[in-house]
């Protein structure tokens, strides 16, 4: 069988189009971009709470260190942690729990004393409630441990957007 050369000259006639379209890598030039750069320069303010640590430290991990003398932006942190009962026993014990984290965030930028960026995340996990309360405790532990990453990757991702549409990032 022979192919015909008209899949392959649309192609080539579409990438041209498609290196016009506007789209950028968020993080392109990696550790160096301005973006990284940027991000670089967040504290992140403490939080009260375990579930505060974690997320504290989940996003210190990902921001990395601030560089230079002083912090540009500081993200201050408000958690909502609760655990609810959803299934009940016969016997009017629990069967299964909700761990719902909610976080409002706010960027602040240092030198100006204004809110740049003022946004929410959140995220949710199913728990199991056994026998042992040992093993429910830890679950309900890891439940948080597990809410903590994901509300820091949903931070650092907003803050990121931001940081890549402000004119200092361009």
Known sequence: MRRSPRPLLAIALALPLLAGCGLKPLYAGGASSPVAA?????EVAPIEGKAGWLVANALRDR???PQG????YRLEIKLD????GLAIRRDDSVARERRTLRARYQLVE????????????GSDAGIDVVGSE??????ENTALE???????DQILTRVA????????AQ
């Not at 003398?69 to 540009?72: E, F, L, P, W």
């Not at 040992?134 to 679950?139: D, S, V």
Request: aromatic content about 4%; cysteine-free.
């Open 38 to 42: 940027t991000l670089a320069q967040v």
């Open 63 to 65: 921001l990395g260190k």
């Open 69 to 72: 003398a002083g912090a540009r």
């Open 81 to 84: 942690d609760q655990i609810t």
């Open 110 to 121: 240092v030198g100006q004393a204004g809110v740049v960026l003022d946004a929410t995340a």
């Open 134 to 139: 040992y093993a429910t405790i830890a679950a």
């Open 146 to 152: 597990r809410l903590s990453e994901t509300i820091a």
């Open 161 to 168: 957007l931001y940081v890549g549409r402000a004119p200092a």
